[in-house]
Structure formats: C-alpha cells, structure tokens
C-alpha cells in the first residue's frame, strides 16, 4: 500500500514514511492511493474476533510495511484490559430510536483521542526503525486540552521519544489542567503558555520551524515529531471501530450482514468522521453520515451550500470545546478521495483557503460528497437540554460533545423519516466535561472540578471513571507558565528529560 500527498501524489511513500514524518512536505495530507476491501473471510474472522484482534486485522490492511505479529503486539498493548477499565474496549449501548452509542472514552485520558493515542506511540517509534531514523522523537503538542492529555498518557516512558505539551493558561478546564499536571513518566514536559490557544500552536510552530533550534536538537541526537490528527497514524487507528460496532450489531441481531447503517459524529477536525468513510470505503455498509456541529459551524454551511467553505466568521466559545474549530484540517483528505484523488484541485482549494479563507468545492465532487453526508448544528443550550432529556428519558448520560450529536440525529430523523439504525460516536466521558453536565441536569456547581465528579455520581447513581477521581490523590509537578517570547528556550527542556 501506497501513501501520497493530497496536493502532489507524484511521490509515493511507504506507511512507515508517512507516519514518522507526519505532514507531507508541501504542506498536504498522506493520504492511501487505493482502499483495501474487506472480503467475507475477512468479516466472518473480525466478526470471532476481540476489539484487539480486530484492530490489527484492520490496520494490517493499511500499513502494509509492518508485520501481522507486530500489529498483533501494539494492539495488544494499547488496548491492554488495564487501560481500558477492564471492559469492552469500544462498546455499542442501544438506545431509544435507533441510536446506538459507540462509547469511545473507556481509555486512560476518558476522551476518543485515546483509541488512536494509545496506538500511534507504537506506530511511530517503530515507523522511525523501519526508515532508519535513529534520533530521539521529541513529539510537541499545541492544545486546547483533549489531545495533551492523551498524547501525554500515550507516549510517557516510551522509549525513543520525549513528549513537550503546551497548553494555553487560561484557556483549558480546570479538569483538563489537572490531568495534565499530573502526568506522570520521565520523558514528559508540560509548559503553560500566556495567551490562547492560538497563541500556543503558533509557539509551537515557531519551534518547529526555527531552522537554528532544529540544528542544535540534531546535534543531540534529537528530532522534532508531531502527534495531532493530520498524522495518517493517528486516523487508521480509528478506522478499526466501525467496523467493530458494526460486527458488534451484526452479533447482537440489529442488523444482518451487509444491511445498511447510518453514522454521526461530533465533528471538529474532521478526523473521526473521515475514518468512519474509509471503513465505507472498504466495505462497511453505511446509508449515510451525519456530521454534528456546535454553533461553530462552518462544516454544517459547507455541506448545507454546495461545498462552500468558509471560515471568515465569528468564533465561539462553547460547553463541547474539542469541537469550537473553523478549520478542518482532515476535510481536505475527503476533497481528495471524493475528487477521485485530484492533486491538482486540492492544491488550488487549499491555496484559496491560505489567502482568502474560503473556497468552493466543483459541482461534480460535491455531488459526490452530498451522496454520502448529511449535516446539522446545534447550540449550547439544545445541547443541554439533549443531556436532561436522554438522562429524564433514558437514563443514559452523555457528555456535551456527544449531546451535539444525538441532538442533530434527532433532527435529521424528525426532517427525513429515515429510520435506518444509527452508530452516534460518543467521545468523551459526561465526567470529564463534568461542569456543562451538571449543569445541564440542575445540579450544584462547585468551586472544585474533583469535588464536581461526586456531585454528578450523587445526581444519577452513576461512579466516576478511575482516572478522573484518582486526580483527587494526586500532586501537580508542572507548574512553568512562560511568554510566547520566551518559547525557544523550552526546548532546552528535552535535553535534561
Ligand atoms: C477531538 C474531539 C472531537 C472532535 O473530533 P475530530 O476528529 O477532531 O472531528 C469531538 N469530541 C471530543 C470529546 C473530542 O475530544
């Protein structure tokens, strides 16, 4: 299996090239030349096997350069029963009105970023072996709270990499704070920097790009590396549970082998709603996708207007963060792949987007685009009343990211009459967004983002994931806050980790 870019697929690489370097030199996305199918051998062996097996079975078919048994072990160990609070790794919950909740916050960190974070630290160090790549990977991470904490929980302690996470001070939860400070490993950082988010990932794209500061890492023997979602090791990961849900619905009777099922995901980057399409792309049966937006909805216009995007609008802030984006990053793999793999016109659209901030996909990608999505939006307080009502209603508990989709499923249902079984991709833990949840339920707001957690176990019967009331015990041991001008001398940090 090939890798190409998005905007020159001249140049072919291998997995192991595409994930240890991350991002394609002229700035486009690594994206496969073809999609493997998935026979009926195939289906009748991942239907018998567990969420591990089937995880390897499925990126074997992608990352054609590594080995069964060497798939077989990382999945074996990202999603070791420990780590996964001893269930089912991505369990489906059947609901009213043929929703089915594909919980994907069963991991260490409580959020979705866990199922590819967990993976990618094995597939990189690996992917670094195999191009002979023998320098210490120190991963940097911008982040708005999500993904530091799972990258943090993935890569610490192992071996060949270092891990540097910079988070804005003032703009993450006091929850996500907490889990972050805490991190444990001899290999992890954790610096706060004055300003926002954005100021963060500038800082940190300023690192990456100081030609002196890379000099002086190589003669280390270090290398910059990244770990957010325009990594291809961190989307084929999440390719594997659709398919599990599906095998999972197949077994409990939803659904028969090969009858159809829509999915809908909480969308930000767009990087988990792009794996649920690669697993159509292979063979999944889906009708349609639906993809879920805050009221930072510039993919709900771009899919409601004909393929326009655009991102010159007001920002806001909102009670499902993860999603509060107006730049997409991975929707330029579904320009490519829906385009039937046009270089050429992914380059011109991402140009438009660089220098104008908008672009306009042609009628007859669009087209194909609009034969498999549909789209809505919701606000903050129909989030909130999402949560009451399934709580009230059906007594299950959802978080505020997850509450956006159910509530946009709704919609499309009531709008459309399509009855079709629908996967809802539940991605974060109601405790880990604690606050919004109790909230939306009445209950006590407290000072105390830990005392918080017992207030909602009072409120509904229902216990705290491990991971988040062990934060209670614990001492924080980063507490550097720094100027973005002060953000070069941080990497002196790597030498003494
Ligand atoms: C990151 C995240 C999302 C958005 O996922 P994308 O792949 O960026 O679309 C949704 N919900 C939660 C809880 C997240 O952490």
Same mark, same amino acid.
């Given at each position: 299996m090939e890798y190409v870019s998005t905007r020159d697929k001249s140049r072919k690489v291998s997995a192991a090239y595409a994930i240890a370097n991350g991002i394609a030199p002229d700035g486009g996305l690594y994206c496969p030349t073809e999609f493997p199918s998935l026979t009926a051998e195939d289906w009748h062996a991942l239907a018998n096997l567990d969420y591990k097996g089937r995880s390897a079975r499925i990126l074997g078919k992608f990352l054609t350069d590594f080995s069964g048994e060497e798939l077989a072990d990382y999945a074996s160990k990202a999603y070791a029963d420990n780590k996964f609070g001893g269930k089912d790794t991505a369990p489906v919950v059947a609901l009213d009105g043929g929703k089915h909740m594909l919980e994907l916050w069963h991991g260490p960190t409580c959020a979705f970023k866990d199922m590819a974070l967990q993976m990618l630290p094995h597939l990189l160090t690996a992917s670094l072996r195999k191009t002979g790549e023998t320098r210490t990977a120190c991963i940097l991470v911008a982040t708005s709270g999500d993904t530091g904490k799972a990258a943090l929980d993935g890569f610490h302690d192992v071996e060949g990499t270092k891990i540097m996470v910079y988070y804005p001070v003032d703009g993450v939860s006091p929850m996500q704070k907490l889990q972050m400070v805490t991190q444990e490993g001899a290999n992890v950082e954790v610096v706060a920097i004055r300003g926002n988010f954005d100021d963060a990932q500038s800082a940190v794209k300023r690192i990456f790009t100081d030609e002196a500061t890379r000099a002086q890492l190589d003669r280390d023997g270090m290398m910059l590396s990244s770990a957010n979602s325009i990594n291809w090791g961190r989307l084929a990961p999440q390719i594997a549970y659709y398919v599990s849900a599906y095998c999972d619905m197949v077994k409990s009777g939803t659904?028969?082998?090969?009858?159809? $099922?829509?999915i809908c995901v909480p969308t930000g980057n767009f990087g988990n709603?792009?794996?649920? &399409?690669?697993?159509?792309?292979?063979?999944?049966?889906?009708?349609? =996708?639906? @993809?879920?937006? *805050?009221? *930072? *909805?510039?993919? /709900?216009? =771009? =899919?409601?207007?004909g393929g326009a995007y655009d991102k010159n609008r007001d920002f806001y802030t909102t009670t499902s963060p993860s999603m509060d984006i107006l730049i997409s990053s991975n929707l330029e793999r579904l320009l490519f792949?829906?385009?039937? =793999? *046009? +270089?050429?016109? $992914?380059?011109?659209?991402?140009?438009s987007l660089n220098t104008g901030g908008h672009y306009q996909t042609p009628e007859a990608v669009f087209t194909n685009i609009a034969a498999d999505f549909d789209a809505g939006c919701c606000d903050d307080a129909q989030a909130a009343d999402t949560i009451?009502?399934?709580?009230?209603?059906?007594? &299950?508990? @959802?978080?505020?990211? /997850?509450? !956006?989709?159910?509530?946009? &499923?709704? +919609?499309?249902?009531?709008? /459309?009459?399509? /009855?079709?079984?629908? !996967?809802?991709?539940?991605?974060a833990s109601p405790f880990k967004f604690c606050r919004a949840v109790v909230e939306a339920l009445g209950g006590t707001l407290e000072k105390d983002d830990v005392t918080q957690l017992d207030v909602l176990t009072k409120l509904t019967g $229902?216990?705290?994931?491990?991971?988040?009331?062990?934060?209670a015990g614990k001492t924080p041991r980063f507490d550097r806050v720094v100027d973005k001008s002060e953000i070069l001398q941080t990497v002196d940090l790597l030498k003494g980790m």
């Open positions: 659904v028969r082998m090969g009858e159809k $099922v829509n709603i792009l794996a649920a &399409y690669i697993a159509k792309r292979m063979g999944l049966p889906v009708n349609k =996708f639906i @993809c879920a937006s *805050n009221r *930072n *909805n510039v993919l /709900t216009d =771009f =899919f409601k207007k792949i829906a385009s039937d =793999f *046009n +270089d050429a016109l $992914v380059r011109d659209l991402m140009q009451r009502a399934l709580w009230e209603k059906e007594h &299950y508990l @959802c978080d505020p990211h /997850t509450a !956006v989709a159910v509530r946009v &499923y709704e +919609d499309y249902r009531a709008r /459309t009459g399509d /009855t079709t079984p629908t !996967v809802i991709a539940s991605t $229902v216990a705290a994931p491990a991971p988040l009331a062990a934060l």
